[in-house]
Nanobody, 126 residues
């Protein structure tokens, strides 16, 4: 079992930046791939970014590529999502997730992740 706790959300103006953190605890969190998903009101939860177990491979949704950066610090069991040039469309609840993933395609799929945090709200004003 892995427990995930997100932090760092808040209200920011368009063009601003936020850094989300996800602290993992429990059963060997460093052995899991980690991802960020988001869900806006009335919409399905969507993939944002993911990072492999060793941190060497990263994956991004087209909508955030070039603006968001995912990273992990395995010594601290923490994953980060640096979000720059934020837009009102980025407004959502952001969720951290962990899963056992071996195929590149599976990083993008919700069903690949077994553990989820409670989410943190990000609101971008225009």
């Amino acid at each position: 079992q892995v427990q995930l706790v997100e932090s760092g959300g808040g209200l920011v103006q368009a063009g601003g930046s936020l850094r989300l953190s996800c602290a993992a605890s429990g059963r060997t969190p460093v052995s899991y791939a980690m991802g960020w998903f988001r869900q806006a009101p009335g919409k399905e939860r969507e993939f944002v970014a993911a990072v492999s177990r060793n941190g060497l491979s990263t994956y991004y949704a087209d909508s955030v590529k070039g603006r968001f950066t995912i990273s992990r610090d395995n010594a601290k069991n923490t994953v980060y999502l640096q979000m720059n040039s934020l837009k009102p469309d980025d407004t959502a609840v952001y969720y951290c997730a962990a899963g056992t993933i071996y195929s590149n395609d599976n990083y993008y799929r919700r069903t690949s992740y077994n553990y989820w945090g409670q989410g943190t709200q990000v609101t971008v004003s225009s």
